[in-house]
């Protein structure tokens, strides 16, 4: 998950997320994509007219390389105890997972899980949420439209001691406990301790399974969260981590996922698309493959960027831009936690002046200013002939290609009534990362124990 997110006016992506309604067996498990313009999306207005839609803070942009003040009061602020971000960013997750936490003794003297929607990351190893701890004096939380989890009133809560379990980390000892702290970038971090909990996933016929003793952590401060833009409204309680290492939620799975996962993102909201773990994984026929490794200290997903080409023409990147630094730094990384791809700057100076090239001789464009701080890649259609002959680029990668359409190279929307479309890749001072957006409608099947990464164009409709 990348802390370099921000808006570009009236330009939005329709995000997709993640309601746990889960099928499991011991060998898989599968969840269902649900789209953010679904009536299932926590967020969901119906009869709302497209151009709100796009005007309300849920729907969030996401291209776009300035930055807007925060517009977060300073009341509101105070209200939810919070540190008001000195920026708002544009919407950060693309997946989010609804699943039970605890259990809690109900009115039938069953217990229940409580529910909350979670980020899925694939560039962070731990899973944490929001607790009631953050409410204490001295501590921070984010603006959420629940309150935080009650963990001291769950029955289930563990607490992790220093002395007798391998997650803890040196000197992470807090009275005893085991804490955590994880920065998302520049003064944006959430901070605990470490815990046993029962997580609990629905299946679609209204079962539960119970995955007992996850260790996940229990959020008592945080500060400049991505989600404090939002408010009240914001679902996010908290992140599902699937990257490398023994805590993550995937390696927790244990035999259920094997160490493999896959996703298939489709651009709207017509069909049903699912995260898949284990055997529960369709099987593809002519997928490329190509080396996934760890950096560490990261946690995500590391791949080997030799190239990018427009329109079969490669732009021949220096190995200097592309190198993972001493420190663990640089490289490219593919992560479907981040909504569009970053890259860092000569490398996006080079793909920009390319892709201007190539489009500077197509008559039925004209080249646009969205907004006066603005000055990204935007042209408007001056006929339909407008979409005609737009460029592919391709992530040359170790041993295989990715190739991005059109479609996911940039965002089309509707702007002062003409149709007008905007790169959607961003320029970033250290990352380099392959976002969800240049992803869609292809499947990705992750094997975390052979260190494989398998891709390829897919109909995510019909098997995702």
């Known amino acids: 998950m990348s802390s370099k997110f921000s808006f570009i006016f009236h330009f939005f992506l329709s995000s997709m997320l993640l309601g746990c309604l889960a099928t499991t067996q011991l060998d898989g498990l599968t969840m269902e994509l649900i789209h953010k313009d679904s009536p299932r999306y926590p967020l969901y207005q119906a009869n709302l007219p497209l151009g709100e839609k796009i005007q309300q803070p849920a729907a969030c942009p996401f291209a776009g390389l300035h930055h807007r003040t925060s517009t977060m009061s300073t009341?509101?602020?105070?209200?939810?105890?919070?540190?008001?971000?000195?920026?708002?960013?544009g919407d950060p997750f693309l997946f989010l997972a609804q699943v039970g936490i605890g259990s809690f003794q109900a009115k039938s003297h069953n217990e229940n899980s409580k529910s909350y929607y979670f980020q899925i990351d694939t560039g962070n190893e731990l899973s944490w949420i929001q607790c009631e701890g953050c409410q204490n004096k001295?501590?921070?939380?984010?603006?959420?439209?629940?309150?935080?989890?009650?963990?001291?009133?769950?029955?289930?809560?563990?607490?992790?001691?220093c002395s007798q379990h391998s997650f803890c980390e040196p000197n992470q000892c807090k009275q005893g406990l085991c804490g955590y702290n994880v920065s998302y970038g520049p003064g944006s971090y959430t901070s605990g301790i470490l815990a046993n909990e029962t997580f609990t996933l629905y299946s679609s016929r209204g079962k539960r399974t119970a995955l007992k003793d996850i260790t996940f952590g229990c959020s008592t401060d945080s500060k400049n969260m991505k989600y404090a833009f939002l408010l009240d409204k914001n679902p996010v309680s908290g992140v599902l981590g699937m990257g490398w290492g023994p805590r993550s939620f995937l390696a927790q799975l244990g035999s259920t996922s094997d160490g493999k996962f896959s996703y298939c993102i489709?651009?709207?909201?017509?069909h049903n698309t699912y995260l898949r773990f284990g055997k529960h994984i369709v099987k593809s026929k002519n997928l490329q493959t190509t080396k996934i490794m760890q950096v560490k200290p990261s946690s995500a997903y590391h791949v080997n960027?030799?190239?990018?080409?427009?329109?079969?023409?490669?732009?021949?990147?220096?190995?200097?831009?592309?190198?993972?630094?001493?420190?663990?730094?640089g490289g490219c990384v593919i992560d479907a936690g981040t909504l569009a791809t970053?890259?860092?700057?000569?490398?996006?100076?080079t793909l920009h002046t390319a892709l201007a090239d190539h489009m500077s001789s197509n008559q039925n464009l004209k080249r646009r200013i969205i907004h006066s701080l603005h000055k990204d890649l935007c042209y408007e259609e001056l006929s339909d002939a407008g979409r005609k002959n737009l460029p592919v680029v391709i992530f040359h990668l170790e041993n295989a290609d990715l190739e991005v359409k059109p479609e996911a190279i940039f965002l089309f929307r509707e702007f002062q009534g003409k149709n007008v479309f905007c790169l959607s890749m961003l320029s970033d001072v250290s990352k380099t990362i392959i976002g969800a957006y240049q992803q869609m409608k292809q499947k990705f099947v992750y094997d975390t124990k052979a260190q494989v990464l398998s891709f390829g164009p897919d109909d995510c409709e019909k098997n995702g």
Do not use: E, M, W
Request: hydrophobic share 30%.
């Open 138 to 161: 001295d501590n921070s939380c984010f603006p959420h439209k629940d309150p935080p989890y009650p963990n001291s009133q769950s029955k289930s809560y563990r607490p992790v001691s």
């Open 305 to 329: 960027l030799l190239d990018i080409s427009v329109n079969g023409v490669k732009l021949n990147i220096t190995k200097t831009a592309l190198a993972v630094k001493k420190n663990g730094s």
């Open 75 to 89: 009341n509101i602020a105070a209200k939810h105890k919070t540190l008001s971000p000195r920026a708002s960013y």
């Open 342 to 349: 970053l890259l860092v700057k000569p490398i996006f100076d």
């Open 266 to 270: 489709i651009p709207n909201n017509t």
